[in-house]
């Protein structure tokens, strides 16, 4: 039986918060850390799974107690996210036919059905599987003086989320010839395309935020409260 694996790149700083500390360790409501929060929506969903938690050489703000995975290891995290996704990559005990999950620490609002429905999604698909949410609002193009230059068509366009879930020797293969290239992918699946594959987009819900900006805190925030609200039985 195959094992699950995830991937959580957390070596970012985050400066676009302008916070003292990176984002993941910035805290929501209850005074526990972003990354705790989002370890504990992925445990929730997959206790069994191997964790591996991409992490600054010099971070000095993590504690393993925020670790709820009993089968886990620390790796050094790259300059760019698929640096750090390699790293994990080429760390790993994998069999190329495991499932390997990569999910930003910045998203702690995931649920258990999205994470649920991603998994069986990247375990049945051949090119792999992300979640994703399809553009709803008028898309702008603009110029070299950010002015409104054409709209542009949103048929067919989705926002990209995560996790994005691949076999282990799909990812591989696809992050290491996308570094021999040269090539800067922003994410995984962007990768897995290059190679000519195409994954299956598994529509996510809108909640699932990425904390990017000061305001998200408090809005992620506000999610979890509501979810748990209207779920206390459906997380």
């Known amino acids: 039986m195959s094992q699950t694996w ?3 790149p957390a070596a970012g700083q ?4 302008g916070a003292d500390k990176p984002k993941q360790y910035l805290t929501l409501a209850d005074e526990q850390p972003v990354l705790a929060h989002t370890l504990a929506r992925l445990h929730s969903a997959f206790p069994s799974a191997r964790l591996v938690l991409c992490l600054d050489a010099d971070d000095h703000w993590f504690s393993p107690r925020w670790v709820p995975f009993t089968d886990w290891q620390r790796v ?16 790993m005990a994998a069999d190329d ?5 990569v999910h930003d620490v910045a998203r702690p609002c995931i649920t258990l ?25 008028t898309m702008k193009r ?5 002015q409104s230059a054409q709209t542009e068509p949103r048929d067919g366009l989705w926002h990209a989320l995560t996790p994005q879930g691949f076999r282990y020797a799909l990812l591989r293969r696809a ?6 290239q040269q090539t800067l992918v922003t994410d995984e699946a962007s990768a897995v395309e290059a ?9 996510g819900r809108r909640d699932n935020l990425k904390i990017t900006h000061p305001d998200d805190l408090a809005l992620a925030a506000a999610i979890m409260a509501a979810q748990t609200t209207s779920a206390s039985g459906g997380l």
């Open 175 to 180: 992050l290491e010839t996308a570094r021999q």
């Open 113 to 137: 059905g999205d994470l649920q429905a991603l998994y069986q999604a990247a375990a049945t698909h051949p090119a792999g599987a992300l979640l994703a949410m399809p553009v709803a609002d």
């Open 76 to 91: 050094a995290g790259g300059s760019e996210r698929m640096d750090s996704v390699l790293n994990a990559l080429h760390a």
């Open 142 to 146: 603009a110029d070299d003086q950010c």
């Open 97 to 101: 036919d495991d499932v390997v999950m």
């Open 195 to 203: 190679l000519g594959e195409c994954p299956q987009l598994v529509s």
């Open 6 to 8: 995830l991937i959580v």
């Open 14 to 17: 985050g400066r676009r918060m």
